[in-house]
């Protein structure tokens, strides 16, 4: 029994107005509640971002589901292991278990199932020998409004990648879908998920580097970039496909230079699937295609106390 899916991200952040016009811009509906920014991807039922003020921007706090089994399996490793169980926070006062990791960040673990998300109708593309979509256009209307379906994973930074994987591995039960030599690791659900709903990489202080949102198919990543362009946001990187976890990809900085990711089409991991883990060369591992690896991608700017 572990982690079994991924359930929202918290960050403290200096303008909650901000936060909530970009979260709004990106396509989720952003909402003030009790004074903190509650974010949620259109026709999805559950909590995806959570903004809370602060003076500067940081990570605050990320959470899991699990099923009632799990729950009690996790606490039993955690103190087995002497991780203190902490009370809820004042400003989230969720159930379930509250501790931290190895880097001193915030986890939350609930016994929750995901809400469903929007489905689409299937994706139809031709290619050689394999007409699938006959008698229809493929490409949307340019003025088609793009919305997320549902808040998929987030890549953490974390100073001691090791230990940060031992912990989520043995405790919490997650499994490595793929690494970057020694500094990104990759994670999936043992249970059946997305090839990671989690990544850590090496930086010299923890924090949030980027959430990763999904889109309906390839021409709705691209069309983003354009409409986040027109609209003055940061464009970060792409599009491309990456190679660990095989998704088209595209990137922009929020309002403090965090990134978000809007992907589709990523490798999906079953319960029983024969799954062999592989280490990636930086070389080949930051996209199939697409643009370079911009140099301040990894750049940890919640570190370097950027507001
Ligand atoms: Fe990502």
């Known amino acids: 029994m572990a982690i079994r899916s991924i359930q929202h991200f918290a960050l403290t952040v200096p303008d909650l107005n901000a936060g909530r016009q970009y979260y709004n811009d990106i396509g989720l509906i952003a909402e003030e509640r009790d004074g903190a920014i509650v974010a ?39 103190e087995a292991a002497g991780t203190k169980l902490l009370d809820p926070p004042t400003e989230w006062p969720e159930d379930g278990l509250w501790f931290r990791d190895p880097d001193d960040a915030l986890i939350h673990i609930g016994a929750v199932e995901p809400a469903p998300w929007r489905d689409d109708p299937p994706w ?88 990763g949102f999904e889109l309906g198919n390839v021409d709705e990543v691209g069309m983003i970039g354009r409409k986040l362009r027109e609209k003055g946001y940061i464009h970060c990187w792409g599009p491309g496909r990456h190679g660990p976890g095989s998704n088209y990809f595209q990137y922009f900085r929020d309002p403090w230079n965090s990134i978000t990711e809007f992907f589709c089409d990523m490798d999906y991991i079953a ?21 370079d690896l911009p140099a301040d991608f990894l750049t940890n700017f919640e570190a370097l106390g950027s507001t």
Request: proline letters at 4%.
């Open 124 to 211: 139809l593309t031709n290619s050689p020998g394999h007409y699938d979509r006959v008698g229809v256009r493929a490409v949307a209307p340019v003025d088609i409004e793009i919305r997320p379906r549902r808040f998929g994973h987030m890549l953490l930074f974390t100073t001691d990648i090791e230990a940060k994987t031992g912990f989520f591995t043995d405790i919490l039960g997650m499994k490595v879908s793929d690494s970057v030599e020694t500094f990104i690791d990759f994670f999936y659900a043992s249970s059946g998920s997305d090839h990671h709903i989690l990544a850590f990489g090496l930086s010299s202080k923890p924090g949030f580097q980027h959430a």
């Open 40 to 78: 949620h991807c259109d026709g999805r039922q559950q909590d995806e971002v959570i903004l809370f003020e602060g003076n500067s921007n940081h990570y605050h706090h990320v959470s899991f589901g699990t099923n009632e089994d799990g729950l009690g399996e996790i606490k039993q490793k955690l």
């Open 271 to 291: 319960a029983d699937s024969d799954w062999q883990p592989k280490t990636w060369l930086n070389s080949e591992a930051a996209a199939d295609w697409g643009p």
